[in-house]
């Protein structure tokens, strides 16, 4: 692990294996209280050498981080790939996407802009003049999921550097690797040392001391609603940004291209093994338009090559670990004992869970309510629109959804209505480019994502006012 300026190794140490044959792929260390306090004490350093670093520096600091992953894409997709559930090609679309967020956010660097304020508009205050500018908060503390092991972790780091402060990473237990090569692509790229630290270990161990701290001025949350609602209690006086889950909703309207929308949701549903916070759970389609999307749906999922996630003709991976995969066949087993119906799946292998469809899904049971981050889809038939929102807006969650339709007014009542973070017309509930906000309402989340969202969450305005000797001139 990189702590406080030096990559630090230990004899306690913690297993990284690979999900679809539990084969060891590399350990790093389990770092104790006492490494995180002295990585803590490392980014104070850090962070006054972070605020003073020039735009220029940052932004060619960034540069230069995104151009080494891009020579060397090839490691930083096979390391996401043997860690985490990616297949090798969902993995290089990720490694592309981080590429995209280091640049973004160097170019962000150079938009990090104040204002003046005109004081004149207060009675008393015609002699004054002055601005706000925008300056970095110190130090932020990144704590990230294994779904996205790199792009996550680098939509923290590509804005805190941008905005100039220090950042620390723990990355999730299960996926540390793709987060420590990217801390190799900065320290390649000349970043001073203590400005980013990733430290290993359990978030139940480490979590409690990085959370808490006074020393931290932002806990940037990206995770289970669980995890984040525990972290939100517990830090106190600072700044959290909640990137949580979600059971996202698409619509589907009578009068859309339906063959576009099966391409789309299937898509939706089981990249990254539905383990993708964006993810479609549930879709409600018109009655008229039911049984068509259904039995297209049925049999372009039933097309699915699942298998050794390093092979390019293979669509979907295992999921993360067998102990998840057991949770999703439990869910999906209790949704068929209450009524559901299943229209295509089977059995679980390991961690392997097929590519599962469920219609009439009683809306008490668990798989209806909460996010089941893995690849089983629910389909419902609706009567109408109004319906179809209701239904969509019922639950404790609100990240994105989808609808299709080719009627504007209908699109613009769902954009409306529905109580989400985001809303795609015409394409399913995950798309997403790292340019633009990204969060949600309810258990999804607080705050928002997406460089320059995050470069606004990383600084605060200071406010200067000059008192004249005498009232301004124009
Ligand atoms: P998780 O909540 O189990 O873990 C997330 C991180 O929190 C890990 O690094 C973990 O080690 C750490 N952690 C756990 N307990 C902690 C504690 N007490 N203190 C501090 N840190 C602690 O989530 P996961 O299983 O890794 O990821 C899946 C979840 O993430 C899903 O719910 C998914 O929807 C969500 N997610 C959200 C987004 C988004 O941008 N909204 C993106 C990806 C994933």
Request: glycine residues 8%; hydrophobic residues 40%.
């Amino acid at each position: 692990m990189l702590i406080a300026g030096k990559w630090v190794e230990k004899e306690e140490v913690i297993e990284v294996c690979n999900p679809q044959d539990n084969s060891l792929i590399s350990t790093v260390p389990a770092a104790s209280e006492e490494d995180m306090l002295l990585t803590i004490e490392g980014a104070k350093e850090g962070a006054k050498v972070a605020a003073s670093m020039p735009v220029h520096q940052r932004m060619n600091i960034l540069n230069k981080a995104a151009a080494y992953i891009e020579e060397n894409l090839g490691e930083y997709a096979a390391t996401i790939a043997l860690e985490g559930s990616k297949t090798i090609r969902e993995a290089t679309a990720e490694v592309k996407r981080c590429i995209q967020t280091l640049r973004i956010s160097a170019e962000e660097a150079r938009r990090i802009n104040g204002e003046t304020i005109p004081f004149d508009q207060a009675e008393g205050s015609e002699d004054r003049i002055g601005y706000y500018y925008r300056f970095p908060i110190g130090i932020v503390a990144a704590i990230t999921p294994f779904n996205d092991p790199l792009n996550l972790v680098a939509h923290k780091v590509g804005p805190a550097i941008a905005s100039g402060n220090a950042i620390i990473v723990k990355p999730a237990t299960v996926t540390p690797l793709s987060a420590l090569l990217l801390a190799e692509a900065f320290e390649k790229a000349g970043l001073p040392s203590k400005v980013l630290s990733v430290i290993t270990g359990k978030g139940s161990v480490i979590g409690d001391l990085l959370v808490t701290h006074p020393a931290i001025r932002m806990v940037s949350f990206t995770g289970g609603l669980e995890t984040g609602e525990e972290i939100a209690r517990k830090a106190g006086l600072k700044k959290i940004s909640m990137e949580l889950g979600s059971n996202s909703p698409v619509i589907v309207l009578n009068d859309a291209d339906i063959e576009k929308a099966v391409e789309s949701t299937v898509s939706g549903a089981f990249y990254a093994v539905g383990q993708n916070c964006l993810g479609v759970q549930r879709i409600y389609i018109e009655e008229e338009s039911y049984e068509t999307f259904s039995s297209l749906f049925v049999n372009r999922v039933q097309q699915y090559q699942v298998g050794d996630k390093m092979l390019n003709t293979t669509d979907m991976g295992p999921m993360i670990s067998e102990t998840e995969a057991i949770r999703v066949e439990r869910w999906v087993d209790e949704a068929v004992a209450m009524g559901a119906r299943r229209l295509t799946g089977g059995k679980r292998e390991g961690a392997f869970y097929p590519p599962t469809v469920l219609t009439d899904v009683p809306p008490d049971c668990t798989i209806a309510r909460q996010e089941i981050f893995g690849p089983v889809v629910l389909l419902y038939p609706v009567a109408d629109l109004d319906t179809a929102i209701e239904q969509s807006n019922d639950v404790n969650y609100g990240l994105q959804a989808g609808i299709f339709t080719s009627n504007i007014d209908k699109a613009f009542e769902a954009i409306g209505k529905m109580d989400v973070g985001g809303i795609m017309i015409n394409d399913s509930s995950d798309y997403r480019i790292d340019g633009m906000p990204f969060g949600g309402v309810k258990g999804s989340g607080l705050g928002r994502e997406g460089v320059k969202f995050t470069v606004q969450e990383m600084t605060e305005p200071k406010v200067v006012s000059f008192k004249l000797a005498q009232k301004r001139s124009v």
